[in-house]
C-alpha cells in the first residue's frame, strides 16, 4: 500500500492483515490531492460497492470522463434553459426591424364610385351626379416626421338627366403632396424613439442570454467539483468502513482467543455500523448530484436518463492566486450583465421622458398639394391635355390642435419622469449588489485558502495520531475505542480537506461569474450554434 496514499485516505491498513500508515508532514496539498485522484482512478467502477465487491470487475455502465471545460461546453450545447433563452435576441432583433420599417415606403391604391345631387346644376327638378375616382400611388414616411406623396388621380364626373351635358366629364391629374408637422413630432421624434428603444431592448436580450450562459456555466462549474467531492467521499467513507470492520474482525477473533472483552467486539460493530450508514448517505448524495450535472449537461450520451458514470478529470486548483479586489470590483461593474441591463434600462427611460416630453406639444400642421390636370369629355382626350398650365390644381394648409388643459400627455410625462429616476436608482443599486456579491466572492477565496492549509495540517496530526493508537492498540496498552476515534478524526480531517479543495474551486469559478466573464476557453459564439 502507497505510504502517502494512506495518510490522504484515512491510513489505508490492511495489507495482509496490517494496518499501514506513516506520517507526511513534507506532503503539499497538490500532492495530496494528485495521490487522491490515482486512487480514485484505479478504484473507477467501485463508487458504493462494499469491500466484498471490491475484486470483481468494473460497473458494465459506460462511462465519460470529462474535463470542466468539456463539461461546460456540453452544458452550453444541449442544456435546456439556453436553448429557450437563445431565441429571445433573435427576437428582439426582429423587433428592431420592425420598428426601423416605419420608413419603409409604400403603395396605396383607393377608388370610390358615387352618385349624390348636384344642387348648383338643379333649377327646376334635382340633377344628380355621378362621381368615380381612382388613386394610385406611392407613399414614403419621411425622417423630418413629415410624409411625402405621388399619385395618379383620374376622376370622372357626368351629370344624369340634366338639361345640359358638361364640357370635361374626364379628369387625369398626377399630384404630389407633402405633409410636415412643424411641432409635435417635428424630426419623427416619436418613430425615431421606437427604433432606439427597440435597439436597447435587443441590447438588454443579448445581455440576458450571456447572463443565462454564464449562470449555466457556473452551475455546471459548481455541480462539476461537487461531484469531484462526493466521489472521494464515497471512498473516504468506504476506507473508514473497512477499517472499523477489520477492528470488528480482529476483535472478534480476540474475543475466541479470551483476550478481547465482549463490550470491545460490540463498540466495534456499533462503530462500524455508523460508518456504513454515513457511506449510505455519501452514495446517495453522489448519484444525486451526478444526475444534477447530467441535467445541465443534456448531451446525447449524458443524459440524466443515462446509465453513463460521469468521471470528472479536472485537476483541481490549490495553489493559491492573488485577488485585487478593487480591479475586480471594476472588472464587474464594466463586465456584468446585470448592471450593463440597467444601463440599457436608464437609457430607455431617458428616451421616454424626452418623448413624453415632446408629446405635451400642440399639433401643428402644414400641407401642400399639386396636380398637373387634364381635362377630356373622355379619358384619352384628358391625358393627352396634361400639362403645367393655369389650370392645375393646388392646395397648401396648415392645421392646429390641442387638447384642453392637455392633461393626459402632462400626466404621462410625470410618470415617465418617476420611472426613469426609478431606473437610475436600480443602477445604484445593482452598482451596490455587485460590488457585495465581489467582496464575498474575494472573501470566500480568502478563507478556502486558509482552510486548505488548516485542514492539511490536520488531516497530517490525525495521521499520525491513528498511528499511534494503532501501536498501543496493538500491544494491549489500550482498547479499539481510542483507535476507532482516532480513525474517525482522520476520516473528518480528510473530509474537510477534500471539502476546503472543492470549495476554493467553486469561489475561483464564482469569481468569474462575479466579473460577468466566461470560463476559460469558453466563449458565447459556441452558446449561440
Known sequence: MNKPFSACLLALFFVNMVFAASGLADESPHDLLTQLRGHLDDSRGNVGQGENNRAS???????????????????????????????????AREEVVNAESVYDPSVFA??????????????????????????????????????????????????????????????????????????????????????????????????????KVIEIATKVSRAYWQLYLYRALVKIDQENLDMAEEVYRRETVRLSQGISQPLDVERARSNA????????????????????????????????????????????????????????????LAGRPEIKKAAQELKIRKAEEELSAHQRLPNLDVFGRYSLSGYGKDFPEAVNGTNLNKDDAWAVGLSFEIPIGNNSAESVYRKKLLGRKQASAQVERERDQIKLDVKQVVLSISYANGEIDSNRLAMEAAEKVVTGEFARFDIGQTTNEELLRAQDLLAGTSRNFIRAVVDYNIALAELARAQGAFPHGVSITEARR
Open 57 to 91: 470487475a468494473p460497473s458494465a455502465s459506460p462511462a465519460v470522463r470529462l474535463s470542466l471545460v468539456d463539461a461546460i461546453r456540453y452544458s452550453i450545447e444541449g442544456n435546456q434553459d439556453i436553448q429557450v433563452v437563445s431565441y429571445t435576441p433573435q427576437q
Open 110 to 211: 383607393d377608388s370610390s364610385y358615387r352618385r349624390q345631387p348636384n344642387l348648383q346644376s338643379s333649377v327646376e327638378n334635382i340633377v344628380m351626379e355621378d362621381t368615380g375616382v381612382v388613386q394610385t400611388g406611392l407613399r414614403k414616411p419621411l425622417p423630418t416626421g413629415g410624409s411625402l406623396s405621388t399619385y395618379l388621380e383620374t376622376r370622372y364626373e357626368n351629370l344624369v338627366d340634366a338639361e345640359f351635358s358638361r364640357t370635361y366629364r374626364n379628369i387625369f391629374a398626377p399630384t404630389i403632396e407633402i405633409r410636415q408637422p412643424l411641432l409635435k413630432n417635428l424630426g419623427s421624434q416619436k418613430e425615431k424613439t421606437a427604433i432606439k428603444i427597440a435597439n436597447l431592448q435587443a441590447n438588454i436580450s443579448e445581455e440576458e442570454f450571456r447572463q
Open 273 to 332: 455500523q455508523a460508518r456504513r450508514s454515513t457511506l449510505l448517505q455519501s452514495q446517495q448524495r453522489f448519484q444525486v448530484v451526478m444526475d444534477q450535472l447530467k441535467l445541465l449537461l443534456n448531451s446525447s450520451n449524458v443524459t440524466i436518463d443515462s446509465k453513463t458514470e460521469v468521471i470528472p478529470v479536472e485537476e483541481p486548483h490549490v495553489e493559491p492566486i492573488a485577488v485585487d479586489e478593487i480591479k475586480i470590483i471594476d472588472s464587474a
